[in-house]
């Protein structure tokens, strides 16, 4: 008992592990800068991501009248030219508009600002997606985070000394089936107007991680059910499954491509 304790305390921390790693280093996670203008550390954080149908505002608690701002975008990959936009000031907070895009639709843009004697500007690229209800994308979050959580534990559980593998390796894969493979394309629809992007109909590296690590613990359930000794069987699924869900969410995720209007 105290030795399944101690490994469901690893695999949680394993799992926390690397969902904070494979958030902080997804292409949707925010850029964070600190600049020193007029005598005064100004933090200057650059969202990646926008989920609804309105404009994105570009924020910078600046708290100081003599700083100012203006940000520069435009249509990320196409060589239009930038549009400048002035930032206004609200109750010390710098802010301008970046207009609302279709899903998967991105910007690149560029912040400014200025004390008069000196200049920081960063730029990053924003993705638009559609807004996705609430209670879907919680019972997603939490279906992934509880799968990778199983997953972990059933790896570990190689090195019990009595080691029982099917109630957890079905476990495993019908929450991942779930969170993956139904409430995935369920997001991604709301999000992108689209219900599959990975293999064979695209290159989208979350759908196909998502398929490697549900087609892995296919072949672990059916080895735990026919074969004599399936214990490696279950801790392959689980390394590979670790190693996928290492990789940065979103990362080559659905874009729009401004020429033809159609995501790829």
Known sequence: ??????????????????????????????????????????????????????????????????????????????????????????????????????????????VFLSDGKQTFSASTVIRFRG?????????????????????????????????SFKKITYATFGVLTLGGMILGPLVLNFAFNEWWTGFPFGSDITDNKTLIAFLAWLVASVAVQRSANPKRWVLAAAIVTLLVFLIPHSLWGTELNYNTMKTN
């Open 131 to 163: 807004e996705v209800p609430k209670a879907v994308l919680i019972f997603h979050i939490a279906a992934m985070f509880i799968g990778m959580l199983l997953s972990t534990r059933a790896g570990l559980e190689f090195f019990a000394k009595e080691p």
């Open 1 to 110: 008992m105290k030795r399944s304790y101690h490994l469901w305390t690893l695999a949680l921390i394993i799992t926390l592990a690397s969902a904070v790693f494979q958030r902080m280093t997804g292409p949707s996670y925010p850029k964070h800068y600190v600049t020193l203008l007029d005598g005064k550390a100004i933090e200057v954080v650059l969202e990646r991501s926008h989920g609804s149908e309105s404009d994105h505002p570009v924020t910078v608690n600046a708290n100081h009248a003599n700083i100012t701002g203006r940000v520069e975008w435009k249509r990320y990959n196409t060589n239009e030219a930038p549009t400048s936009v002035p930032m206004t000031m609200n109750d010390g907070v710098l802010m301008a508009p970046l207009p609302h895009q279709p899903p998967a639709g991105k910007l690149q843009y560029t």
